[in-house]
Structure formats: C-alpha cells, structure tokens
C-alpha cells in the first residue's frame, strides 16, 4: 500500500507544480466544500428557495457529519501533509509538496487499517498496516447535503424540457463540484486520492437514502432527544476505546508536529468540534420550527424580493457570527460552539423572515407548500 499512497503524493505534487496557477481556485474550491460552508452558505440559500430542501440539507449535514465523526474513531489513518514525514517513504528524495492553512486539520485521514491492528499512538502502525480508502469528511458530508439540492434542480429542470442533455445539466455540475472539492483535498495535502473516491461514492448513497427521509416538522422533543442523542452517542463510543486503551488524540499529535505553522492548527478542525455543532443544530433547529416567529411566517407567503432580501439578511449576521473569535480554553471553545450553532437555525428559520415579514409590511396569502 505504500506505493499507493506514494502515487497520491505524486498527484498532489503534480498539482502543486504543474499547475500553480490554480493554486487560488483550489483554494476557494475546498472553502465551498467544508462541511462549515453548508451551514454558513447552502443552507441559508436552499432554505429561502424552499424550505424543505433547505431542512433536508442541514438534516443530512448533521447526520453525515456525525457519522463521519465516528468514522474517523474506527477508520485510523493518515494524512498526506505528515504521512511524507513519518512514513520514511522520502527521507532520501523529499517531495516536493507544501502545505496551506487548510492542510493542518487534526482528524484522522479515514483510512482504514487492515490485517494485524497496531495502535496507531505507535509510530509503526502506518508502516505495519496496508491501508484501504475510507470515505473524506469534505466529500462525503458535501456530497450528501448537496444531494436534495441536486435531486429538486432535476425535478424542476424535468417539468420545463424534455431535451435529455439538459436534464443531465444539475447532475453534471453536482459531479463536477464534487471532483473539484476531492482535487483541492489532494492539493492541499488533506486526503489521498482513494479517501477521496471513497467519500464521493459515500457521499451519494447517503444523499440517495436519507434525502425521503428527512423529518420535516416533528415535536420539539424530537429534536431534544437527537440532539442529546448525539452527544452521548459520541461520547460514549469515545470514552469506551479511550477506557480499552486506544489514544483517539494520536491525529492531534501528529498534525501539531508536522504543521509548518502552529497556528495553522485550528480548534475548530478538532473532533468534538464538529459534535458540538452538530448537537447544537440539531437542537436549534426544533426551537427554530417551534418559535413564535416561525409560527407567524409560516402562515405568510414571501415573494422573492422578500426571500432574497432575507438570504442578505441572514449572510449579513451568520457571517460575522462564524467569524468570532473562540475561547482559547477548549470546554469554553466547544461550548460556544454549541450555542452559536444552536442560534443558526433559529436566525435563519425563524428570526430573519420574520423581521423582513414584519418590516416589509405586506399583506399577504397563506403560504403556499414548498
């Protein structure tokens, strides 16, 4: 398996090197494919287009990220950025790659180990161990969020032409984004090629079964429970290795030591960072579709000026919100996480429509289904 591995450092290296040119649009390609981007971008925009897709993408986002989570406790693997150190693979002709801001993320890289399993807080597991692919957080979760998207641009695109090449257009670019976003995670030196083939394929089977899914408007103690669910799910399959003996920060230690630059380690890059939010969104989203404010905007029809003045809205105050500064304490970082999260649905399903409803002082009909 080293030598696949190796053939995944040749292709970032080829991308570093052949194509510098690119190295902006990677850049702004894996952006738009962080998970993170699905709450601060496509959420927002799928919701005020239709509010059921909208909650289909962030309730595939929690779910797939959640799992993803797990995934990388079970899944021990590396990452290109310290697997060209550790590995001993180039101690004679060192690759000529480099690292980026986005390179030094802490997780596991979802590999999997196979044959005799070795710890991996021991320095020779990757070495012992062949490794096979196991799905990328980026494509996999990005992947299965954007899947409604896709599947509602078909079904529209369907009822207005009956050319064949058309209707391919929104699975086209749905694949076309997809490839990008696992070509940026190889630039970067985040995955390997295999990690990221198996997160596209992970990342549309999930999105194929979970899109009819979806709960739409359950009771708030649905949402409860989910959220707490996935708190002590998680925390409990994390504490019962941590109690067998495996040391789930070995990724941590690893990216600390082979970053370039230290402050290229990102807290939120953490694992229980993406619980807390997880957890947080799944609870915000039942006080969202509980709340006063919804209840009087769900009763009112939003023209598209409305709509597209809510979108301005919303991006205005998730985007300064998503830019605070954290804790540096980590129970306070994970914390705050948890509560800005808990916030995001509840500005974008309720608050902004409802001050743009109210503001725009329209008359209006009961809102048509979306």
């Known amino acids: 398996m080293e030598s696949t591995l190796g053939a995944g450092i040749a292709m970032a290296e080829a991308l570093q090197n052949q194509l510098p040119w690119l ?59 310290w697997w060209v150190h550790e590995s001993g693979y180039y101690s004679q002709a060192p690759a000529q790659v480099h690292q980026f801001p986005s390179s030094c993320e802490t997780g596991p890289g979802d590999s999997i180990t196979r044959g005799t399993w070795v710890p991996p807080s021991s320095s020779h597991h990757k070495l012992l161990n062949p490794l096979a692919g196991s799905p990328s957080g980026h494509c996999m979760i990005t992947g299965a969020a954007l899947w409604p998207i896709m599947t509602a641009i078909s079904s529209q695109v369907a009822t207005r032409t009956h050319s064949r090449w ?56 649905f949402y409860g429970l989910t959220s707490l669910a996935l708190l002590l799910g998680a925390s409990l399959i994390y504490w019962t290795l941590f109690t067998l003996g495996l040391d789930l920060s070995w990724s941590i230690n690893l990216a600390s030591k082979w970053c370039e630059r230290p402050e290229w380690v990102h807290l939120d890059s953490r694992p229980f960072a993406s619980l807390s939010r997880d957890s947080g969104a799944a609870l915000g989203l039942g006080i969202a579709l509980h709340s006063p404010c919804y209840a009087q905007v769900r009763r009112a029809y939003l023209g598209h000026g409305q709509k597209l003045a809510c979108l301005v809205l919303a991006m205005g105050l998730l985007g300064p919100l998503d830019w605070l500064g954290y804790p540096p304490q980590i129970s306070l970082f994970y914390i705050f996480n ?33």
């Open 166 to 221: 058309v209707r391919v257009i929104p699975s086209l670019a749905y694949c076309t984004f997809l490839l990008a976003v696992g070509l940026s995670r190889v630039f970067l030196l985040a995955h390997f090629p295999h990690q990221v083939l198996a997160g596209l394929i992970t990342g549309a089977v999930l999105g194929w079964l979970m899109t009819p899914r979806v709960p739409t408007e359950r009771e708030l103690s």
């Open 338 to 370: 948890f509560l800005k999260h808990t916030l995001w649905p509840c500005l974008v399903l309720a608050l902004v429509p409802w001050l743009v409803y109210t503001f725009s002082a329209q008359e209006a009909p009961p809102i048509r289904s979306s």
């Open 23 to 81: 190295e902006n649009v990677w850049l702004w390609v894996t952006f738009l494919g962080d998970p993170k981007s699905l709450f601060l971008f496509y959420f927002p925009v799928a919701y005020y287009v239709s509010r059921r897709v909208g909650i289909a993408v962030l309730w595939i986002s929690l779910i797939t990220e959640w799992l993803n989570l797990v995934f990388k406790w079970f899944l021990f693997g590396d990452r290109p950025f």
